[in-house]
């Protein structure tokens, strides 16, 4: 099993980008993207559940960061517009084995996860 991020880099503020991972070995249930920023904990950003019927934000990215997935790639996607300095950090995916769960928001619900993709943002 292996979840593979990529799509991070340096980007002015108000600029966009589109995180993808891609995932391997299995069918995932709940997909989401977490961050950690230097000197922080690790927090939620986006999760959708398998259908893509429920998905769950952050209260500071929503209305700017879109989480979506394909299934048939067994991928998913976090298209990132209106970057701001704050959201520097690193981005990580993670994948929980149930098929049928919800969009957790809890990175306990996750049993696996990506080797993470740093994301800049200049002011």
């Known amino acids: 099993v292996q979840l593979q991020a990529s799509g991070g880099g340096l980007v002015q503020a108000g600029g966009s980008l589109r995180l993808s991972c891609a995932a391997s070995?299995?069918?995932?249930?709940?997909m989401g993207w977490f961050r950690q920023a230097p000197g922080k904990e690790r927090n939620i950003v986006a999760a959708i559940n398998w259908s893509g019927r429920s998905t769950t934000y952050a209260d500071s990215v929503k209305g700017r960061f879109t989480i979506s997935r394909d299934n048939a790639k067994n991928t998913v996607f976090l298209q990132m517009n209106s970057l701001k300095p704050e959201d520097t950090a690193v981005y990580y995916c993670?994948?929980?084995?149930?098929?049928?769960?919800?969009?957790?928001?809890?990175?306990?619900?996750?049993?696996?996860w990506g080797q993470g993709t740093l994301v800049t943002v200049s002011s």
């Open positions: 070995g299995r069918t995932f249930g709940s």
């Open positions: 993670a994948a929980d084995r149930a098929l049928y769960g919800d969009a957790y928001s809890d990175e306990g619900e996750y049993d696996y």
